[in-house]
């Protein structure tokens, strides 16, 4: 059973209770604050007994004075028969007005802590309690594997749009939640006398007058326990009953309980508060904010956070339950020749594993699928494949842990491994679990039948490729239909299109394509985000980083020309007034962080298009820094008019530019880097983040050239990534 399971099952079977005391509690937080607003200003350091003369001077038939936690006084009395109760000004004495608690809120803790069902409902919200306790501790240890540990907890949050407010939610809500739970276990075990709040003995109380004639009463004001006590400490105060003798006055504080005799003002006895009722004390504090109205906002607010919690843990899991595994003809393991072991956290990579799968099954083959944790070899085996995810910050995912182990245990036999992994490049550790399952193979003697390769984000084009080689090496044509789960599409007609010639024969166009005003609306976006196209015949989107976001009121996209590419085709061959069926994919990794830290930009070719979106929207002036690569001036300087205008308004602060292919044009974009180096180690010096778009040649060579400028500050490139610095987007 893993930690992720128990959070699953845990969240999904008590979610509801846990929601519906989520919002009571963010209900009930408003008590505290109505109190607060209510209480007078109390007066400086005034005594119990000053307090007592004054309200028994203006309250007649007083027989109670209770210090609400919030600080409200309130009297209570009998006018004959009928019980009174006064809020009172602790300046003089005089009543406010009637005190009356308001049905809401009383309706309310009835719901909050036992369901309006007395005793047994009291046990089900103990049962509650205990069950977010844990999930409070099973999140948290989800939440240090996916940040990569406690130094790493406050990092940047990468992944879709649910992930990332799932973890930000719970990274503030699960201390809240835990504290929550455990004060609420506290109270119940309190309510059921699993806890003895009270001392153990009770004092011996004999009032002076026992045997003897009764003498006056003394005034509060003579009674030194009451002089002592301030009012700031007073819990109530109980006076002694005119009608028997023998009774005292008895004052109960936060640090114990005191007894005084009425006609001589002698303390009868005086007990300590035990460290059971301190903690009582503080647990109610802590779990209702009542008394700390600061507090009992953030109470609030967290009950709220668990609406949002809530959902967003739904929706992941719905995710993971439509992505879960559905592996037809899959043969006994000691029948099949080829072997397929997958390692998936949120169930995407079993996709590609039923892809994979099939397509052998197809070429003749006997396939067994299983997960990575169950690695092995029959003495059958052909090959061997292994689908790897990475979960967090290099982390194995959970049903997978002990894979590593199981492979150093595994004597390897001729079978020869090909190891795919699947991550994301924004992370500093992409594909790491992959890259460590292929180098424990690689240390126990496994031949690789190809070399390690990576898929970003899940990318089809780039498994298709892998296809490719996978069909070549095994010398047999091989069918892998990879078929992703599309969202519904949009309908986005052509505005405006910028041709351009191409520098080596392959032409670009700028696309600027109109956002729906009916029908299936795009939802919201920005630069550097990804606008998907799927074009007639092809069940593969392919994505085009976006120049331009939501505000911007068009979808702009530049386009290179591909020989026997669909989309790029369909692209090229788009007239004004036509449209194409797209839908948006966020692209959280590469979005611009917020701050004013000055940014350093570079592209090359058509990357420059989410990097001009990011000038486009600057519109605070942030400083941003273009190193930009193209082959000629003349016939692919994308964005090159708009870039001069951005320049001139204060948008773009500085502008350098390369040209491969044109007689002493700079070379490439690294080495415009390379020419400006002092300016670009100022820039990473004074903590610029830098977002990186373009070819993977590109990137090495420029990821060479900031390696190089990092040294002398004590930093590299892997760093920035960690602190969320350094992103790139690659083709």
Request: glycine content about 10%.
């Amino acid at each position: 059973m893993s930690w992720k399971w128990l959070h699953r099952w845990l969240g999904l079977v008590l979610g509801t209770l846990a929601l519906v005391l989520g919002i009571t509690g963010a209900a009930l937080s408003l008590d505290p604050l109505r109190n607060a607003w209510l209480t007078p200003p109390a007066v400086q350091d005034q005594s119990v007994a000053t307090l007592a003369e004054r309200v028994q001077a203006q309250v007649p038939g007083l027989e109670e004075i209770r210090r609400l936690p919030s600080g409200l006084l309130v009297a209570f009395a009998f006018d004959g028969d009928q019980p009174q109760a006064w809020r009172i000004d602790p300046a003089t004495g005089r009543p406010l007005g009637a005190y009356q608690p308001s049905a809401l809120p009383r309706w309310l803790k009835n719901l909050h802590r036992s369901w309006l069902a007395g005793d047994a409902g009291r046990l089900t919200s103990a049962a509650v309690a205990l069950a977010m306790l844990g999930l409070s501790v099973t999140g948290l240890v989800l939440l240090l594997r996916r940040m990569g540990g406690w130094r790493h907890l406050a990092g940047t949050v990468r992944g879709t749009l649910a992930q990332r407010l799932h973890v930000l939610t719970g990274r503030v809500l699960l201390p809240v939640l835990a504290l929550s739970a455990v004060t609420a276990l506290w109270l119940s075990a309190a309510t059921f006398g699993l806890v003895s709040l009270d001392a153990k003995v009770e004092p011996e109380v004999v009032s002076q007058a026992n045997g003897q004639a009764r003498q006056a009463d003394l005034p509060p004001g003579r009674l030194p326990l009451l002089q002592q006590l301030r009012v700031q400490d007073l819990r109530k105060l109980n006076l002694p009953a005119p009608d028997d003798p023998q009774d005292s006055w008895q004052v109960t504080t936060s640090a114990g309980q005191g007894w005084v005799d009425r006609s001589s003002g002698q303390t009868l006895a005086w007990q300590d508060a035990t460290a059971a009722q301190r903690v009582q004390d503080w647990a109610l504090l802590l779990h209702t904010g009542d008394g700390a109205w600061a507090w009992a906002v953030v109470l609030g607010v967290m009950g709220l956070s668990i609406v949002l919690f809530w959902a967003t843990g739904l929706w992941l899991w719905w995710q993971a339950r439509q992505l879960a595994p559905r592996i037809s003809d899959n043969s006994p393991l000691q029948q099949a020749d080829a072997l397929i072991f997958v390692a998936s956290e949120g169930g995407s990579s079993w996709a590609f594993t039923q892809a994979l799968h099939a397509a052998l099954v197809q070429a003749g083959r006997r396939v067994h699928t299983t997960g990575l944790e169950h690695f092995c070899a029959p003495p059958g085996a052909r090959q061997l494949f292994v689908l790897a995810a990475t979960y967090g910050e290099g982390q194995a995912p959970a049903h997978a842990a002990g894979a590593l182990a199981r492979i150093a245990q595994t004597p390897a036999t001729a079978a020869p491994v090909a190891v795919l992994g699947f991550g994301d490049r924004q992370f500093p550790a992409y594909c790491a679990f992959a890259e460590a399952v292929a180098q424990a193979l690689q240390a126990r003697g496994w031949q690789a039948l190809l070399p390690l390769e990576r898929i970003h984000q899940q990318s089809a084009q780039e498994f298709a490729r892998w296809g490719d080689a996978l069909a070549q090496t095994l010398g047999q044509p091989l069918a892998i239909d990879y078929r992703p789960r599309l969202p519904a599409l949009s309908e986005l007609p052509l505005l405006v299109r910028q041709d351009f010639e191409g520098g080596a024969g392959d032409p670009a166009v700028i696309l600027r394509l109109g956002l729906p005003k009916e029908g299936r609306r795009l939802p919201r976006f920005v630069a550097g985000d990804l606008l998907a196209i799927v074009a007639p015949g092809s069940s593969v989107p392919r994505y085009y980083s976006l120049a331009s976001g939501t505000t911007d009121g068009f979808a702009e996209i530049c386009v290179r020309r591909r020989a026997g590419g669909l989309c790029s085709s369909l692209l090229h061959g788009l007239q004004p007034g036509a449209s194409v069926p797209a839908f948006i994919r966020a692209n959280p990794g590469f979005a611009l962080a917020g701050g004013k830290a000055p940014l350093l930009l570079i592209g090359a070719g058509t990357g420059v298009a989410p990097l001009a979106g990011f000038i486009r929207g600057n519109a605070s002036r942030r400083p941003m820094h273009l190193f930009y690569g193209t082959r000629t001036p003349e016939r692919d300087f994308f964005f090159g008019q708009e870039l001069q205008g951005w320049q001139a308004d204060g948008r773009l602060q500085s502008l350098h530019t390369a040209f491969s292919r044109t007689p002493d044009g700079g070379g490439h974009v690294q080495d415009a880097l390379q020419r400006n180096a002092a300016q670009v180690g100022a820039l990473l010096a004074r903590g610029a983040h830098v977002r990186v778009c373009g070819s993977r040649p590109m990137a090495h060579g420029v990821s060479q050239v900031l390696q190089a400028l990092l040294a002398p500050l004590g930093l590299s490139l892997a760093q920035l990534k960690e602190r969320g610095r350094y992103a790139e987007d690659l083709f």
